[in-house]
């Protein structure tokens, strides 16, 4: 039997990690769809990030298999041959540095810099990106878009039999959860930041086993402290990570905040999880899939101002609540002051809420997904037309005494319009804050939370409105909208100030389809956001420094097969095919006057530069060095600017010889884009 699906060619596969190199032998393409789990991608060796990107996750697709038939045999009616398809994007990195037009609503077609294969990591929904200068990207392993399960080949057509309840003998379908043997619902994926390398970062675990079916909720970095928080979707808990992946303690809501709110403890149930070779398991049924209780089942996650904030499921009113709990201000840890944020309003859809952020004025952002459902056809995962994104503001000034708003937040009614289509109620879970655009759609760095980027289904989709927008492209849009966080339904409804983007892949050959994207998250203002990708090391000296792996590679090196598969990583240095500067930033705190300093070094690479200019297009640093000879090497104390407030310095290396002759001179431009932590620099005790 041959999989109808592009087969993979075989041969030497080398997968680089995070930390390690290793090394693996032949792998045949799959004979079956159930061999899938075993094969990884072979993904090219360079920085995952190239200037400002939309991360957006999304289910994978299906693929089908031609099942071998005896003679007179008759197929089974689909999808009894439609399985995940390993080869289906689960993440897509789409460049958004430049729109090239003012939001118009239309449909801009952008090519995806990279995307992540479900044979790498499964199915996914949150995503955090780390601060380091090459940043890195997290993947959580998500129930959002159904739970798939087959049994063995018992009428001997060399296909797994699809399941849709329990039975023994009953496995995950391969692209359910990744293809290494201890991954599953609990496993959290890095991709590195330097090498665009796949590897299990961390497995969730509560009660001492791995999570059995539902799954995790998201996933938030908290650049602060250098961790991250995961909302398990089966235990209820928050965890804390660091960044080597270890666990350092978990949040209890259901134990330790609703006390603290005078509502009944809602503590863990006891037993093993899901059985997925009982009959008690359907996969059309997600009330068997092992979730947490409602009144403590967490899932959006977000760091504002010291504190983890978090979405429940169910509290009063038996509606989706925000709440936060403290971070320890050295340690990062959790403390013990647990406070109620809001309750969602009864005027809205009461679907939970899966992601949530907060705008640079400090407006709490909280996207909300539809109702989780099963599929055996792959169809529909969430129920549409009832999630939107949602607006509150802090009660300015706060009356404790009100009755009537008894949240510090209020909600605002100026929701945003997602989509033309059900009442602008067209989200899909996924919200993040990027850059602003000027009005011919280039990216502005100074205005690092300006832009609300949402995940979404049928998004142009409005019959009474057709002849306008089919000239902008496709109506029946999933995947992203882009809109002025500014303008909420009392200014943009319907939401003709947008940009809208495809995830990039039809779901052929499924139709009628709802619940298929995730969440997304936006590199813009840190790490390699809008700068030029840093190139590997390219000496084999440099490469032989790393660790070796010696029960995987032939002599206990990867050196010799790297270099075989990549000549080009061991080729002698050069200047990085016409790069003609190379600059490095770093903002630090300067303790001795508690200022915020950017030190900025600049060095040529090509031609006469030598000297470089520099500027602040928002005028806002009062002590910027006009003019400073090359190799560059100067540190800009950034007293203009409050906490939290974003930046840029535009940089212009040029040959003063050139220069004083007159006439126009070329310039070797770069630009460093940064953003003030929400905390003050503070002056160190002496």
């Not at 009660?207 to 402290?225: K, Q």
């Not at 995961?230 to 209890?252: A, F, K, P, T, Y």
Request: hydrophobic share 35%.
């Amino acid at each position: 039997m041959l999989p109808t699906a592009k087969r993979r060619p075989s041969g030497f596969l080398l997968t680089l990690a995070t930390g390690f190199l290793a090394c693996a032998v032949s792998f045949p393409a799959p004979a079956s769809a159930d061999e899938a789990r075993a094969t990884p991608s072979v993904r090219p060796v360079r920085p995952l990030f190239d200037g400002a990107t939309a991360v957006t996750t999304r289910f994978s697709g299906l693929t089908r298999y031609r099942p071998v038939l005896a003679d007179g045999a008759r197929p089974l009616p689909d999808p009894a041959y439609s399985f995940i398809d390993p080869d289906g994007a689960v993440a897509a990195l789409i460049p958004i540095s430049d729109m090239k037009r003012a939001p118009d609503a239309s449909v801009l077609e952008r090519a995806p810099r990279d995307r992540i294969l479900a044979r790498d990591t499964g199915q996914v929904f949150g995503i955090a990106i780390d601060d380091r200068p090459h940043p890195d990207l997290y993947l959580a392993a998500t129930s959002a878009f159904g739970l798939q399960i087959t049994g063995p080949d018992a009428d001997g057509d060399r296909l797994p039999d699809r399941l849709r309840r329990g039975a023994p003998g009953a496995r995950w379908m391969a692209g359910q959860w990744g293809p290494r043997p201890d991954a599953g619902p609990g496993s959290v994926w890095k991709v590195d930041g330097l090498t665009g390398q796949v590897s299990l970062f961390a497995t969730i675990r509560h009660d001492g086993r791995a999570n059995s079916g539902a799954g995790l909720g998201n996933i938030a970095y908290d650049g602060a402290h250098a961790q991250l928080f995961v909302s398990d979707l089966e235990s209820g808990l928050i965890h804390r990570l660091d960044m080597q992946g270890r666990d350092l303690g978990q949040w209890d809501h259901g134990r330790q905040a609703r006390p603290a709110g005078d509502l009944a403890p809602a503590l863990r149930a006891a037993g093993p999880g899901i059985d997925i070779t009982s009959p008690d398991f359907d996969s059309e049924d997600p009330r068997t899939w092992g979730f947490a209780p409602p009144e403590r089942r967490v899932w959006g996650l977000a760091v504002h101002g010291g504190r983890l904030y978090y979405a429940v499921a169910e509290g009063r009113e038996k509606r989706p609540e925000v709440w936060s709990v403290g971070l320890d201000r050295r340690t990062g840890a959790f403390l013990e002051d647990p406070r109620w944020e809001l309750t969602l309003p009864a005027q809205v859809p009461g679907a939970e809420i899966s992601d949530l952020a907060f705008t640079a004025s400090g407006a709490m952002l909280a996207a909300q997904r539809g109702q989780r459902m099963g599929s055996f056809d792959y169809r529909r995962f969430a129920r549409d037309g009832q999630a939107g994104v949602l607006r509150f503001e802090l009660e300015d000034p706060e009356d404790p005494a009100s009755k009537l708003t008894p949240s510090d937040w209020i909600w605002t009614r100026n929701d945003y319009d997602i989509g033309f289509a059900h009442g602008g109620l067209g989200a899909n879970g996924g919200l993040a804050l990027g850059p602003g655009y000027d009005g011919r759609g280039r990216a502005d760095f100074r205005a690092c939370r300006d832009t609300l980027w949402s995940t979404g289904e049928d998004l142009r989709n409005r019959p009474d409105l057709r002849t306008y927008l089919e000239p902008g492209g496709a109506l029946d849009l999933d995947g992203l909208q882009a809109q002025p966080v500014a303008l909420g339904r009392a200014h943009n409804s319907p939401p003709w100030i947008s940009y809208f983007l495809d995830r990039g892949e039809a779901d052929a050959p499924i139709d009628q389809i709802s619940g298929h994207m995730g969440d997304v998250e936006v590199l813009g203002c840190h790490g390699a956001g809008g700068g030029a990708p840093a190139r590997l090391p390219a000496k084999l000296a440099d490469l032989s420094d790393l660790p070796k792996t010696p029960d995987l590679c032939p002599g206990g090196s990867c050196v010799l097969l790297l270099c075989l598969l990549n000549p080009s990583l061991c080729l002698p240095d050069h200047d990085g095919g016409g790069q003609c500067t190379v600059k490095k930033s770093d903002l630090r705190c300067d303790e001795a006057t508690g200022t915020w300093v950017l030190d900025i070094a600049m060095t040529a690479t090509a031609g006469n530069l030598d000297w470089l200019k520099l500027d602040d297009p928002a005028g806002a640093l009062t002590s910027l060095p006009r003019q400073t000879p090359m190799p560059a090497s100067t540190s800009i104390p950034l007293t203009g600017l409050a906490p939290g407030q974003a930046g840029q310095i535009d940089l212009c290396a040029y040959d003063s010889a050139e220069a004083a002759g007159g006439d126009p001179y070329d310039c070797c431009n770069a630009t460093v884009n940064f953003r003030l932590p929400d905390a003050a620099c503070e002056v160190k005790e002496q």
